[in-house]
Each structure stands twice: as structure tokens, then as C-alpha cells.
């Protein structure tokens, strides 16, 4: 039989884990420094024992759209999204353990597994492309410099380290300036676009005595499904600890 | 004597039969009735497995005899990679079919990779479950009744450059311009990763069931391996020059398969998944069928044992002359059972006549009707089945023959003298 799961909308929350760092070779931009350190202001800071902040979904589709909110927990490689609104869908959680993801919602005795097939509808795709995790996932070449947005940026081909990744092949841009990711172009095995994600970064996050730009929004469109859109706001990031066993998938469903 | 015996007894039982006709007419028409009923409801069936094989095998390109790995069936869906052929065992499967395709017990081996995933046009998307398949080996498995099996735009075999066919359901559903309206399908590959296509949509087909018509994609092979990053595929389907080889088939590529250490397993088009609509339909039109047969064997046994109990009652007296004569009285019960198999035999005659008419009248009216989960309105059609109503007509006069049998027994072995007194 088959199972379908409506995935609400959310997984663009969890953000990559790999280390900050910033480093040039002499001939150039170092690419996985350019990597990590893009990442960072997604969400992948090293941050100690954990962050959170509140994620606010709106997809558009046509003239019909819908919203939902979200809070968000990351600690390491896991994170934890939980839905706030709509009411009806209150108490939705979605766990991230790595690349697995499951789902639970209140009366489901056990949590269940998100299939990849299942990643590739709306909102569990675009949750795919916000937890990206470029450092960890990627080797990158940088291949040229663009403007995007108005920002001078590098372009970087990103190519997938192991084949289980979701996109074999990823265009980024990364700001010259602040090292941001501005925009992803997520290719199809034949490098063709599938998907783009602009991101903008008016968030601050601090993490001890650092203070640097943390993503605000990210904007997610279909390459042939133009009248699609959908736009995450990160609200109030911040660090915050959080247990271990939070993201334990055997407590998803206490 | 006793073949003597038995002429006379036939004799009178014909005698009998012809002089009391007016009495035996209700017997009669019950069981023209129930022969009538039965041929017909029979041949309906038989027209409709007609349909439903051709309809499956032919249209629907399954062919007689479909090979895939074992435990396809039951996990496919949730584990579609695990239960794939790989290419050494494509290379068996092709090494095995080769004698049988060189002196033309195989017609056609058509591969078939499964796939499902998101189909979109720009302005709405839907799921789909589709097939990647060899559009020739596809044309031949459809044979000329199908070959043209677009109901909108054209077959993906007139196709020029890379292209796909859409169930009608989701032509509907994206109100497609057809031929050449592009869309693009995604799917997770074999490594799990995201992959996307823009292929333009060749024709719209109609695969009977409205709900394969909602979710159907059906691209050439190679196209839906490079979507699915893949050379694996899901199954074979073979068409056999002669249907009835499938058993032996099937036992040789067991045999064949398990010599190699291979898990493979070769199923009958009927007894698979992809048939199981049909099969179920059939299933209960069969049980229909029997307990139909049951109720028209119970009246009409009961009808032939009312008018013969009431026959014999009113021959008791001719009985005991019969009997006075020499007669014994299992002659007597011969006799009645005799007249009784004639009615039988008559009735048959005469219900062969008017199913066959009433068929080939209904046939050719060009009635349809809808049914349940069919997307298209089916044909009332009757086959002309002799199969049946010689079993019919064999059926029906031993029902008649038994039933005169059992009523006329105690009536034929009272004393003489009490037959002769008794008053009706």
C-alpha cells in the first residue's frame, strides 16, 4: 500500500555543522573555506550545545498560497523542527538525524522514516535544499565571478562527495565580501537548474563573544514551475543548549 | 430381449413425449429458460476474458509470462532497487529467450522500469507512476490492434525526439496540449539523489482504469535508466507466439534461473500484481456465475420433478398395464426417465437456438455500459460459446433424466393389481 505523508512545511530550517573558517590560497579562493564559512551563516556555527529560532513559511502558488510557523532546534549534525501554525498541524515535528528524517505528530505512536521519493515533493524538497550542508557534503571549484543581486560574488560548481546526497551537482554563489552563500542552483544529473534558493542575510547570531550575519530568508523556486515560490524568515536565531537526547528519535513520540 | 426391450421403451418414451407435449411445456420452458440463461451469462464471460486478456496482454503490454526478481511483487514498492534485474541477470534472461525468439515460440521481450515521482507543468504538479520501456519491443507486445494506442496527439514509436505519453486522466488534469506539451518529471534515482527531465508529452492513452489513467507516464527505456541513473530494470514481459507454452515456459526458466543461482521467478500474466483488477473482476463474475448455475439447476430440477411426479401420478394406471404386459419396474422408471432426458434434449435445442440468436442480436446492438474503476465504457458483447451449451445441454438433460428417475420409483414397483385400481 502506499503511504503517503504530508510533510509540513519546514525542513528548511536545519542548517550545516561544519566549522567556520575563512582561508585564501595564494592562487585564490580556498573553495571549502568559502564553504564553511557560508555555511556558518546558515546555521552550521560550531556552535557548542546547540541554537534555535523561529521559521515562518509561505508558499505561493499561483493566487493561492498558505503560511505555517515553525521553531526550530539544531545541535551538531541533528536538528529538530516543530510546528507552532497552522493550529490543525500544531505539535508536527520533524526530526533530522543526518541526512534521515522522520515525522511524528501527536497520536502517532512511533515516528516514521521520510523516504527520499517523499523528499521530492514541496515542502520536504525545499527543507532538502535549506538543510544543505555544502562544507560537509561537496568538493567546490571555484569557476568564476558573478554579480548576484547586486553582490560581487564567486561561482562555485559543487559536486556531491558520496552519491547519496540529494543533489548530485549544486551552482553557488558566495559573496566576496562577507563569504555568504547568496544564491544555489540545485541541477539535475544532466546540469540542468531544478531548483534556486536566493538567500539573504539581516539576521545576526552570536556564539560567545562572536557576533556574525546569520540568514534571514531564503527564497526557493521551481526552474519550470515559475508561479511557485516559497520564502522562509528566520526570526530571533540565538544560541541556546540543547539535550542530546532531544534529537533522539525514540523520545520523538513522547 | 433386452436391447429389444430397450427399443420399445425408447419407442414409447418418444410416444409418450410427443402425445402429452401440452403437459410437458412448463418443464420445457423452465429449462429453455435456464439453458438460455446460462449460455448467455456464460458467453458474456467468456467475451469479457476475451477483452480483459487482450486488454492486459496486448494494450497493457504485460504479455503472456512476466520475469522479475523474486519478491518483486510483494516489496517493489518499497524497495524497488532490491527487487530490480541487474544487468548479468538481464544478460541470463536475453541468453534464455534466445532459442526461444530464433524459431518463434517468443514474439516480443519487452524491459520495463517502474518509476514514480512528481510530474509538473509549470502551473500545477501531480504523482505519477510510470514505465521507461523499449517503444518497439512495446509496438510489438501491442500488435496492430494497439499500435496506435494514443487517444490524443500520437504513439511515442511517431514521436521525433525525445518524448513521453501521459495517462488521460493527467492530460485532463494539466488541460495538456497535445502533441508536444513539455513537462517536467522528478524522481529520486537509484543513489537517492533528485533528478529531473523536460520531455514533451507525445499523445494521451487510455489504460482502461481510471486510476492508472491519473498517475500514468510511460517514456522510452533508455530515457527513464538516464532519469533514474540506472541500468537496472524492474521486469521482462514476454509474449509467446503460443499461450499455451507459458507452463512449460515458465518451468524451463526456473529451472533455468535456479541452475545459475539466480532469484529469478517467471509469473503468468494473470496470477501477477499488474492483472489483479482484472483477475478480482473476473473472480466475482465467476462466483456470480456458479451460484447462478446453482439456482437454475435447483429450478429446473425442481420444475422437470413436479411435472414428472404429477406425469407419473396420472399414468398409474398405465403403469400397472405396463407392468401386467412384462414390465419391470425399472423399465418403468426407465421409461419416465427417457421421456424426461428427451424433454431435457428438447428444451436444450431449442435453447441453443435462441442464445445464439439472442447473442448475436445483443452483440451487434453495440450496447456499453461503465464499470466501477474502468475509465471506458465496455461493450456488451455475447460470445458464442458451444462449449458451454453442449455442457449445458449435457447438465440439464441428466438433471432431467435423474429427476424422473427419483419421482417415478415408488409409483413403478406398486403390486399390479393396485395400479390398476388406483384412482388419481
Redesign the interface.
Known amino acids: 500500500m502506499?503511504r503517503t505523508i504530508v510533510i509540513p512545511t519546514c525542513l528548511g530550517l536545519l542548517l550545516s555543522i561544519a566549522s567556520a573558517g575563512r582561508g585564501l590560497t595564494p592562487a585564490g579562493p580556498d573553495p571549502a573555506a568559502l564553504l564553511r564559512a557560508s555555511d556558518r551563516a546558515r546555521g552550521a556555527a560550531a556552535a557548542s550545545a546547540g541554537m534555535s529560532w523561529s521559521l515562518n513559511v509561505v508558499t505561493k502558488?499561483?493566487d493561492e498560497s498558505s503560511e505555517a510557523a515553525y521553531t526550530v532546534k539544531v545541535r551538531g549534525d541533528d536538528a529538530l523542527a516543530e510546528v507552532v501554525s497552522p493550529a490543525r498541524q500544531r505539535g508536527e515535528k520533524i526530526l533530522f538525524n543526518d541526512r534521515t528524517l522522520w515525522f511524528s505528530k501527536p497520536g502517532l505512536r512511533k515516528p516514521v522514516s521520510i523516504s527520499?521519493?517523499q523528499?521530492?515533493?514541496g515542502d520536504a524538497?525545499n527543507g532538502?535544499i535549506a538543510s544543505t550542508r555544502y562544507a560537509r557534503d561537496y568538493d567546490g571549484e571555484v569557476v568564476g565571478e558573478e554579480t548576484v543581486n547586486g553582490v560581487p560574488s564567486w561561482r562555485l560548481e559543487l559536486k556531491?562527495r558520496a552519491?547519496?546526497?540529494?543533489?548530485?551537482r549544486i551552482r553557488y554563489w558566495i559573496s566576496k565580501r562577507d563569504r555568504l552563500g547568496v544564491r544555489a542552483e540545485?541541477l539535475?544529473?544532466?546540469g540542468?537548474a531544478?531548483k534556486t534558493a536566493d538567500i539573504s542575510y539581516d539576521n545576526a547570531m552570536r556564539i560567545g563573544a562572536e557576533t556574525f550575519p546569520f540568514v534571514s530568508a531564503m527564497v526557493i523556486r521551481?526552474?519550470?514551475?515559475?508561479?511557485r515560490e516559497t520564502v522562509l524568515r528566520y526570526q530571533t536565531p540565538r544560541e541556546e543548549p540543547h539535550a542530546a537526547s532531544l534529537f533522539n528519535v525514540n523520545n520523538l513520540a513522547r | 430381449m433386452a436391447r429389444a426391450r430397450g427399443i420399445v421403451i425408447a419407442h414409447l418414451a418418444l410416444r409418450n413425449v410427443l402425445r402429452n407435449w401440452r403437459h410437458s411445456l412448463a418443464t420445457v420452458v423452465a429449462i429453455v429458460a435456464g439453458f438460455v440463461a446460462v449460455a448467455m451469462f456464460d458467453g458474456y464471460l467468456q467475451d469479457l476474458r476475451g477483452q480483459t486478456s487482450e486488454s492486459a496482454i496486448h494494450r497493457g503490454m504485460l504479455g503472456h509470462v512476466i520475469i522479475e526478481k523474486q519478491g518483486a511483487r510483494a516489496h517493489h514498492f518499497e524497495e524497488p532497487w532490491d527487487y530490480s534485474l541487474t544487468v548479468p541477470e538481464q544478460r541470463f534472461v536475453e541468453r534464455f529467450l534466445l532459442p526461444w525468439k530464433s524459431d518463434g515460440r517468443e514474439r516480443a521481450a519487452l524491459r520495463v522500469l517502474l518509476m514514480s515521482g512528481l510530474i509538473s507543468n509549470g502551473r500545477s504538479s501531480a504523482l505519477f507512476l510510470g514505465i521507461g520501456y523499449d517503444v518497439q519491443e512495446g509496438l510489438a507486445i501491442r500488435g496492430e490492434n494497439w499500435a496506435w494506442d494514443a487517444i490524443d496527439g500520437k504513439p511515442l514509436h511517431l514521436a521525433t525526439g525525445p518524448a513521453m505519453m501521459i495517462g488521460k486522466g493527467l492530460a485532463g488534469r494539466f488541460e495538456a496540449r497535445l502533441p508536444g506539451e513539455l513537462f517536467q518529471l522528478s524522481v529520486t534515482t537509484e543513489k537517492a539523489q533528485v533528478n529531473a527531465v523536460n520531455l514533451a508529452a507525445a499523445g494521451a492513452v487510455d489504460l482502461m482504469t481510471r486510476e492508472v489513467n491519473d498517475t500514468y507516464v510511460a517514456l522510452p527505456l533508455q530515457a527513464a535508466q538516464d532519469l533514474l541513473d540506472t541500468q537496472q530494470i524492474s521486469r521482462i514481459c514476454v509474449l509467446l507466439a503460443d499461450p499455451a507454452a507459458a507452463p512449460r515456459f515458465i518451468r524451463e526458466f526456473t529451472a533455468a534461473a535456479a541452475g545459475e543461482g539466480l532469484l529469478l521467478t517467471a509469473t503468468p500474466w494473470l496470477d501477477h500484481p499488474a492483472a489483479a483488477t482484472a483477475k478480482g473482476g473476473l473472480e466475482i463474475l465467476g462466483v456470480f456465475r456458479n451460484l447462478f448455475l446453482l439456482v437454475v439447476v435447483v429450478v429446473a430440477g425442481m420444475s422437470v420433478a413436479n411435472t414428472a411426479m404429477k406425469s407419473v401420478n396420472e399414468r398409474v394406471r398405465e403403469i400397472g398395464t405396463l407392468r401386467s404386459y412384462g414390465f419391470r419396474a425399472r423399465d418403468i422408471q426407465l421409461l419416465f426417465s427417457l421421456e424426461g432426458l428427451l424433454l431435457g434434449l428438447l428444451a436444450c435445442g431449442v435453447g441453443i437456438a435462441i442464445a445464439a440468436g439472442a447473442g448475436a442480436l445483443i452483440s451487434s446492438l453495440g450496447i456499453t455500459y461503465e464499470a466501477g474503476v474502468l475509465s471506458t465504457p465496455i461493450p456488451l458483447r455475447i460470445a458464442m460459446a458451444p462449449g458451454t451449451w453442449a455442457a449445458s445441454a449435457a447438465g440439464m438433460s441428466l438433471i432431467t433424466f435423474a429427476a424422473a428417475w427419483v419421482v417415478s420409483g415408488k409409483r413403478s414397483r406398486l403390486v399390479i393389481a393396485e395400479s390398476l385400481r388406483y384412482v388419481a
Open positions: 502506499r502558488d499561483g527520499p521519493r523528499k521530492l515533493m524538497a532538502d556531491a552519491r547519496n546526497v540529494t543533489y548530485d540545485f539535475t544529473l544532466a540542468e531544478f521551481d526552474s519550470l514551475n515559475t508561479r
